[in-house]
């Protein structure tokens, strides 16, 4: 099947994007890259690969490795352009997140919100992962007017998370941990009907699920709808995305 991944020109999650990509495309599903105007591969937040700090805080090694590889596949080398998309080419939706302030173009843009809108609409399985997670909570059906999650059961990157990064770095790299002045969560949860919808998940700080261990990790179903809260959730992300596909 044909995988729709939208990205920012700079600044997107080094495991977040990768690790989806690599479990995907093992299992014969092809992944296309899609930028604001397709002109040329996008680049992940650089911190990531080298630590945020001390070099730490960063990606694993094995996700890391999974996106050296994917910078020579052409489909990442040649992404589309937003506005050229047709949201009908596309058997599913990926929307990785990012925090640093590049993420911004791709958080906050119209149109790949209308984009995204016409795809929600198909009723095809989305997936949307930390920071990805406001995308949708920002766009709306143009019928209705309701928010696109105002019904849905979802996660995202948690408060306590996006607080504690922030707190523990902000000495060394100001407000990187805060890609706006509103917490993820915050927004996310008063685009909801009610928020009880919102699901936390366990509280975990240190350990991230691996290819082998998702004890870890936690994700939300609703529908054709999936969500995860951050990095760490990112494999069993994927192998419940592609569980949906089929």
């Known amino acids: ?130 920071h990805g997670v406001l995308v949708l909570a920002r766009t709306r059906d143009p019928d209705t007017g309701r928010g696109l999650l105002a019904d849905r059961r979802t996660t995202c990157l948690p408060g306590y998370m996006e607080r504690t990064a922030y707190y523990l770095t902000a000495w060394r790299r100001g407000r990187y941990y805060r890609t706006y002045p509103a917490y993820v969560q915050d927004e996310v949860v008063a685009a909801l009907d009610d928020p009880a919808q919102f699901e936390r998940g366990p509280i975990e700080l240190r350990r991230r699920g691996t290819a082998t261990d998702d004890t870890p990790a936690f994700v939300v179903r609703d529908g054709n709808y999936l969500s995860a809260r951050w990095p760490g959730d990112a494999y069993l992300f994927a192998r419940r995305f592609a569980a949906m596909l089929s």
């Open 1 to 130: 099947m044909r995988i729709l991944l939208p990205l920012p020109d700079r600044d997107f999650d080094v495991t977040e994007v990768a690790v989806p990509w690599k479990l995907l495309t093992d299992l014969g599903h092809e992944v296309v890259f899609a930028t604001e105007h397709g002109d040329g591969p996008p680049a992940a937040d650089p911190l990531l690969l080298t630590g945020v700090l001390f070099g730490q805080l960063g990606a694993e090694p094995e996700p890391k490795e999974f996106y050296e590889r994917l910078t020579g596949e052409a489909a990442f080398r040649h992404p589309v352009a937003w506005a050229d998309l047709r949201p009908e080419a596309y058997d599913g939706l990926l929307l990785p997140g990012g925090h640093a302030p590049g993420m911004r173009q791709y958080l906050g843009s119209g149109v790949l919100r209308e984009k995204i809108a016409e795809f929600w609409r198909l009723d095809r399985p989305v997936g949307a992962i930390c």
